[in-house]
């Protein structure tokens, strides 16, 4: 064989991977090749229709009480009852 020849063959098997070959996909390494979607891409706006009010929870603007969690003890310097 000739030397372009052999270039020509070890240029094609660099060209394989998981999808032109029966390799398994662990065997691409870096180069896994980028999946395709074969959903064609709308034209329309993405959510919910214009002018549609949410409907979600609502946080309240008075709290009914605030409770106060403090640590037991300093985490820096480990004093009890902080």
Do not use: F
Request: charged share 35%; aromatic share 2%; proline share 9%.
């Amino acid at each position: 064989k000739s030397l372009s020849e052999r270039i020509s063959e070890l240029e094609a098997i660099l060209k394989q991977n998981s999808q032109t070959s029966s390799k398994p996909p662990s065997s691409d390494g870096y180069k896994k090749p980028k999946p395709t979607s074969s959903r064609k891409k709308s034209d329309k706006s993405k959510g919910a229709q214009k002018g549609h009010k949410g409907s979600g929870l609502q946080l309240p603007h008075e709290p009914d009480k605030i409770v106060e969690h403090l640590p037991s003890q300093c985490e820096i310097c480990e004093h009890k009852d902080v």
